[in-house]
Every structure is written in structure tokens, then in C-alpha cells.
């Protein structure tokens, strides 16, 4: 029932940003929680930020200050602001959801997207 769609990757160079986005659809409950994972060659998938259905936020320790999460609830899309990229951002973004009131970073989320890929060269 619930699918979600990511977009807005891309190739920067290091210091710039890019913005992604993940739309969602067949979302019925407003009790709705989405987060975003990133997996680049060679490693595991790690959780990168999260937001609860009451707007608060979680952030990885390696992009808190860089990273900002966010909702349009009109829109039932999902956002990712990435500045001051570094060449170790570089990977496979996905976007994810689940039901539930509070989540953090790693989540056991239940819906994922197919992903966009994010390149920073140095």
C-alpha cells in the first residue's frame, strides 16, 4: 500500500549541497514516521537521520550540523538538505517509513524506496 519514491541525487563536488526528496503515497495514518539510510560500496546500510510525527528530529553523529530533515505534510513529502558534502557522503540514499509516534536513527522502519544516488567528488 505505502510506496516511496526518492529523488534529487546527483554529482557535486565536496562543500557543495543537494537537496533530496521522497514522495510518498498510500499513507492513510497521520501516526507516520519516515527516515533516511544510505549504504555506499563495501559497506553496511546506516541510518542517517529520522523525523517522528511530531517534527522532532535524530541525526547520525557524522552529519549532525551538515543534515536537516524535514515534512511537508501537504506535500506528504519527505526532505533531505545535505550541505558541506564530503567525498564519505558518497552512496546509495534510501528513504523509509513506518507507523509509529517515535523513532530515531535505525529504526526497524517497514517501507522503503528503491533509492537516488549521491556523489561527492573531491
Known amino acids: 500500500q505505502v510506496q516511496l519514491v526518492e529523488s534529487g541525487g546527483g554529482s557535486v563536488q565536496a562543500g557543495g549541497s543537494l537537496r533530496l526528496s521522497c514522495a510518498a503515497s498510500?499513507?492513510?495514518?497521520?501516526?507516520?514516521?519516515m527516515g533516511w539510510f544510505r549504504q555506499a560500496p563495501g559497506k553496511k546500510r546506516e541510518g542517517v537521520a529520522s523525523?517522528?510525527?511530531?517534527?522532532?528530529?535524530n541525526y547520525a553523529d557524522s552529519v549532525k550540523g551538515r543534515f536537516t530533515i524535514s515534512k511537508d505534510n501537504a506535500k506528504n513529502t519527505l526532505y533531505l538538505q545535505m550541505n558541506s558534502l564530503k567525498p564519505e557522503d558518497t552512496a546509495m540514499y534510501y528513504c523509509?517509513?513506518?507507523?509509529?509516534?517515535?523513532?530515531?536513527?535505525?529504526?526497524?522502519?517497514?517501507?522503503w524506496g528503491q533509492g537516488t544516488q549521491v556523489n561527492v567528488s573531491s
Open positions: 523509509a517509513g513506518v507507523y509509529a509516534y517515535r523513532v530515531w536513527v535505525e529504526y526497524p522502519f517497514d517501507y
Open positions: 523525523i517522528s510525527s511530531d517534527d522532532s528530529t
Open positions: 498510500g499513507v492513510t495514518n497521520l501516526r507516520f514516521c
